[in-house]
């Protein structure tokens, strides 16, 4: 596996690739790479015949006091873990090689609407730093393909968006989020809970479950079902931000709807925890 830093190095190697008639899938993270990137891995590798991820803490998403200091930074351990998934490049840049005139006055991507709902709502700007430097991730490595995993359901929803409004050529596939075997979804941020924490952690998904259920029984009061499981996290100990049962495309749904998205996210101590259930009747 290739590794390099800077742009020069991984524009000649895409250049060269392109030039081989290669297809290119990409796999965008921050880094601290667990069983569900590397899945994002593999699942890129039977899209094409080469396989680029980047690891990038980008500080453009973090909100001033949100964990951006204290994310966790991994690089060799990642190097090892993509080697051994057969990705082909890592591109690992510094934010000055991404921002080279630094974030003040950057030109940034917005996707309306869907960026100020939700996690939106409680991070505001999150996702303009999402789509700006996935966009910039974009226009770099000039994927055929790039793999996002659904448990940032938002996420894959807004960068969506982005895509198709700004007419790249990329192909967005969503993963199917990877959990423990006791349902926790897979994430870099887990690592922050405490081991008492950890298996009470769980309780999300579980919970999301009961909803599932009883939206496909017939119970259609949307609100009720909110605020009921809002109440049994609550009183669990997290501290919920929201618990929303919405449309795929994040709409409020109305009662004949067929399919939905239930959506978490919460804190468990100090640490935020999201999630997401699709549910079809």
Same mark, same amino acid.
């Given at each position: 596996?290739?590794?390099?830093?800077?742009?020069?190095?991984?524009?000649?190697?895409?250049?060269?690739?392109? %030039? *081989?008639?290669?297809?290119?899938?990409?796999?965008?993270?921050?880094?601290? $790479?667990?069983?569900?990137?590397?899945?994002?891995?593999?699942?890129?590798?039977?899209? *094409?015949?080469?396989?680029?991820?980047?690891?990038?803490? @980008?500080?453009?998403?973090?909100? =001033? @006091?949100?964990?951006?200091?204290? +994310?966790?930074?991994?690089?060799?351990?990642?190097?090892?873990?993509?080697?051994?998934?057969?990705?082909?490049?890592?591109?690992?840049?510094?934010?000055?090689?991404?921002?080279?005139?630094?974030?003040?006055?950057?030109?940034?991507?917005?996707?309306?609407?869907?960026?100020?709902?939700?996690?939106?709502?409680? %991070?505001?700007?999150?996702?303009?730093?999402?789509?700006?430097?996935?966009?910039?991730?974009? @226009?770099?490595?000039?994927?055929?393909? #790039?793999?996002?995993?659904?448990?940032? +359901?938002?996420?894959? $929803?807004?960068?969506?968006?982005?895509?198709?409004?700004?007419?790249? =050529?990329?192909?967005?596939?969503?993963?199917?989020?990877?959990?423990?075997?006791?349902? $926790? *979804?897979?994430?870099?941020?887990?690592? +922050?809970?405490?081991?008492?924490?950890? =298996?009470?952690?769980?309780?999300?998904?579980?919970?999301?479950?009961?909803?599932?259920?009883? $939206?496909?029984?017939?119970?259609?009061? +949307? %609100?009720?079902?909110?605020?009921? #499981?809002?109440?049994?996290?609550?009183? #669990?100990?997290?501290?919920?931000?929201?618990?929303?049962?919405?449309?795929?495309?994040?709409?409020?749904?109305? =009662?004949?709807?067929?399919?939905?998205?239930?959506?978490?996210?919460?804190?468990?101590?100090?640490? %935020?925890?999201?999630? @997401?259930?699709?549910?079809?009747?």
């Amino acid at each position: 596996m290739i590794t390099v830093h800077t742009i020069a190095e991984l524009r000649a190697q895409i250049a060269a690739w392109r %030039r *081989a008639g290669e297809r290119i899938a990409f796999v965008p993270t921050m880094g601290n $790479l667990h069983r569900g990137h590397l899945e994002l891995v593999r699942r890129a590798r039977e899209r *094409a015949g080469r396989v680029v991820a980047s690891v990038f803490v @980008n500080p453009l998403q973090f909100g =001033p @006091n949100e964990d951006f200091e204290r +994310y966790p930074r991994t690089l060799a351990q990642d190097r090892a873990g993509l080697e051994q998934a057969q990705c082909d490049l890592l591109f690992a840049p510094t934010a000055r090689e991404i921002y080279p005139r630094g974030m003040d006055g950057l030109t940034r991507i917005g996707v309306p609407g869907i960026s100020t709902v939700l996690c939106g709502e409680f %991070r505001p700007g999150h996702f303009d730093g999402v789509a700006t430097v996935v966009a910039i991730l974009f @226009n770099l490595v000039q994927p055929d393909a #790039a793999l996002f995993g659904e448990k940032d +359901y938002q996420q894959l $929803l807004v960068i969506r968006r982005m895509t198709a409004d700004l007419h790249l =050529p990329v192909e967005i596939v969503g993963v199917p989020t990877q959990r423990d075997a006791d349902g $926790l *979804a897979l994430s870099s941020r887990n690592q +922050y809970l405490s081991a008492d924490e950890r =298996p009470k952690a769980a309780l999300i998904h579980r919970t999301m479950q009961d909803v599932a259920a009883e $939206l496909r029984r017939g119970n259609r009061d +949307y %609100r009720g079902l909110r605020e009921q #499981a809002a109440a049994a996290l609550a009183a #669990a100990g997290f501290r919920p931000q929201y618990f929303e049962i919405r449309t795929p495309g994040l709409d409020s749904p109305k =009662p004949e709807e067929k399919e939905w998205v239930v959506l978490v996210a919460a804190y468990l101590g100090n640490t %935020r925890l999201i999630d @997401n259930l699709r549910v079809s009747s």
